[in-house]
């Protein structure tokens, strides 16, 4: 996800990335979002940390917030760290909570073909909520699709579109076993692994982006609004005239439109 892809999501809390323009540190002295928060050791200098993740770059904006791109101390591993602005919790009261219920809904998931949550808190220096996850290194679906396109052909191999949408239904499933209804699925929402050569992993595919999701009983909305949210080209004809009525059949629409 490239910084300007992330500033055309109008979905609400930006989208997962797969992969920042470098995997290097870069200077974050003036990211406002992450002023006053705590500083850690990491690979030879000091770095910003949020909860002890040390922040290494910034790798997506989105309507709601920042994804960056992080390190997991004591795993030893890359991560994704999805944040909450402080002004936008004054503004909204209970984004914050809507917020946490996300990575508990998603944490609730076990699926190799779903993002996986590690993490959600506030720290405390910033007073920002963050929400730590798997790094995906690889690129979305959508620009995996965009790569097919040549003059020579008109798109992706039937086989391959195949191998993408299977591993996508998959992590879609192991939702839909938990209740959980996805409400955004669509290319920028699938995020495909790539190998040490650089070749995308079609079946390996991973659904992300649990930021619409709701739990099918009692229908608790992330949004907290009765609007028709999701995105367009891909929703349901019942989610575009009542959200609330957006189950698990609109969540195989947008696979479908996606395929």
């Known amino acids: 996800m490239t910084d300007a892809d992330a500033d055309d999501d109008t979905s609400g809390l930006p989208t997962m990335p797969v ?20 500083t850690v050791e990491h690979d030879g200098g000091r770095r910003p940390a949020l909860g002890g993740y040390p922040v290494l770059s910034r790798i997506g904006r989105g309507g709601m917030g920042v994804v960056y791109y992080g390190w997991h101390p004591r795993l030893n591993s890359e991560v994704a760290i999805k944040t909450l602005p402080r002004d936008l919790e004054e503004r909204h009261p209970g984004l914050a909570e809507r917020f946490v219920r996300e990575a508990r809904l998603a944490a609730r998931l076990r699926s190799e073909h779903l993002v996986a949550v590690l993490d959600v808190d506030r720290d405390g220096p910033a007073g920002v909520h963050y929400l730590v996850m798997e790094f995906v290194r690889g690129r979305s679906a959508r620009e995996w699709g965009l790569r097919q396109r040549r003059p020579d052909r008109r798109g992706a191999d039937e086989g391959d579109a195949l191998d993408l949408a299977i591993a996508a239904a998959r992590g879609l499933e192991a939702a839909h076993v938990e209740g959980i209804v996805h409400r955004d699925v669509k290319p920028d929402n699938i995020l495909i692994p790539v190998d040490e050569a650089g070749r995308p992993r079609l079946s390996a595919a991973k659904l992300s982006d649990l930021g619409l999701a709701r739990a099918e009983e009692g229908g608790h909305s992330l949004t907290g609004t009765d609007v028709s949210l999701g995105t367009p080209g891909f929703m349901a004809p019942e989610q575009a005239r009542d959200v609330k009525r957006a189950g698990k059949p609109a969540d195989v629409f947008g696979l479908g439109a996606t395929l």
């Open 19 to 38: 992969g920042p323009p470098s995997l290097g540190a870069e200077d974050l002295t003036g990211e406002w979002l992450l002023k006053g928060c705590s």
